[in-house]
């Protein structure tokens, strides 16, 4: 066996290298390989990473990897939740997947993205009358307004920005040791816990759930036993509607960043040709750092081009990578909705929720909901008049999950104005107008 090829030293292990080097540690290692491929070791056990669309469907095929045990303690306290859908297989994972299928239905898309469009529509009017307002925070608020309003889930206004900070902390903490992640921790228990409540409050018919929202879907569906959901377990599963949709704050923020960088876009997206924002949401989803790879365990004795894993090793998909990868992306550092336009996203290609088949498989059921919320918020973020103060732009990629250090800061907003003609004004000192 060659050294390239012998299996990782018990030594070897890159635990630390990951927590140093983000979402660049595992491009970087397959750079060093010069294959979409390599063995290493993870929190003392053996890892498998791999990239491309073939690769894609290895990790996707149940024979080869499974999710149950997959998910480490802390993800599933802080992003996921205990018993998560995330976590299972087979059959006990397609009956729960029946739950999240509406999310598939174009009709059940489009009111979502209805419902958050008017949360936004409303907030822009008071964003007008602040000095500033934090773009990232308040989208979360937005699209927790929207989400809940969409799932039947009851909501005070007074409480939209508590609940809104707690599902931003889940997913903001699940990859890091330290207080983001007792944040995080935190956050969980205290909306499991009001949610929990309110499903006992519907099965026990105190609080009515509208016919056909995500609400009453989990309050009643049973699983492939015949038996309901638990009440905490019908919680996480509605957090796990809920909780993804908020998550677009991330690339409502990466937007907003690629509009200030590129006012030519910007000027491209205005016209709201549906095609080009379409385009430019999977440009944003595929450029910016979300999720920087996905893992599984071994089923059985793997060996994927050369490389072997033993059975219950760690399997990790390369998606940072993957979205990088200059064999799938001519140019892949350079930000060009324009590539979409010409050439439409192929599904184990675009990789930044996952790949494989969303309606049976482990794909995030929730994706199209992500790209049509971020259409149509990108267009209206476009359309809006604000200011650009001197701010940290930066985007970190040592830590996950990322976003602009600053949440991007905007000012002088004003909301534009039906029809109108809105054109680019010229850039100001100390910041720039959009």
């Known amino acids: 066996m060659d050294a390239e090829r012998r299996p990782p030293h018990p030594l070897s292990d890159q635990t630390l290298a990951l927590l140093a080097g983000g979402y660049a540690w595992l491009p970087q290692r397959m750079r060093e390989s010069g294959e979409p491929v390599v063995t290493t070791r993870l929190m003392g056990k053996p890892v498998l990473a791999v990239r491309g669309p073939d690769a894609v469907r290895f990790f996707y095929d149940e024979r080869n990897v499974r999710r149950h045990g997959a998910i480490p303690g802390p993800v599933q306290a802080t992003l996921f939740g205990h018993g998560a859908v995330h976590t299972l297989d087979g059959t006990a994972h397609r009956a729960r997947k029946t739950l999240f299928l509406p999310l598939l239905q174009a009709d ?60 931003i902390a889940m997913v903001d903490g699940f990859a890091t040791p330290g207080p983001r992640h007792w944040r995080a921790r935190r956050a969980r228990r205290r909306q499991e816990d009001r949610l929990a409540r309110l499903v006992r409050d519907v099965r026990a018919g105190r609080t009515p759930a509208e016919p056909g929202s995500m609400l009453e879907r989990v309050a009643t569906h049973r699983e492939a036993s015949g038996e309901p959901l638990s009440p905490g377990l019908a919680a996480v599963e509605l957090l796990n509607v809920v909780r993804p949709t908020v998550a677009v704050s991330w690339f409502v923020a990466f937007a907003a960043h690629a509009l200030h960088r590129r006012p030519g876009v910007r000027d491209r997206l205005r016209e709201g040709d549906p095609v080009y924002a379409t385009a430019f949401a999977h440009e944003v989803r595929r450029f910016y750092p979300f999720a920087p790879f996905l893992g599984g365990l071994a089923a059985r004795d793997l060996s994927w081009r050369g490389r072997s894993v033993p059975e219950g090793g760690m399997v990790l998909l390369d998606v940072y990578g993957q979205n990088h990868d200059p064999a799938l992306w001519g140019d892949p550092y350079a930000f060009r909705p324009q590539r979409f336009v010409e050439h439409p996203a192929a599904r184990d290609e675009l990789i930044p929720q996952g790949g494989g088949d ?37 985007i970190p990629l040592r830590r996950i999950p990322t976003r602009p250090r600053s949440g991007f800061v905007i000012t002088g907003v004003r909301a534009p104005e039906p029809h109108a003609d809105r054109t680019a004004a010229a850039a100001g000192a100390g910041g720039s107008r959009h």
């Open 358 to 394: 969303p309606r049976t498989g482990h794909r995030c059921p929730g994706e199209g909901v992500v790209l049509g919320l971020l259409e149509t918020l990108a267009v209206r973020l476009a359309r809006l008049e604000y200011e650009v103060p001197e701010q940290d732009l930066r």
């Open 108 to 167: 059940r898309v489009a009111g979502v993205v209805e419902q958050v469009a008017a949360a936004w529509d409303e907030a822009v009017a008071e964003w007008s009358r602040r000095p500033e307002a934090v773009l990232f925070d308040e989208a979360a608020v937005v699209l927790t307004r929207g989400a809940y309003r969409w799932a039947g889930v009851p909501l005070p206004d007074a409480e939209a920005e508590a609940v809104a900070r707690d599902l």
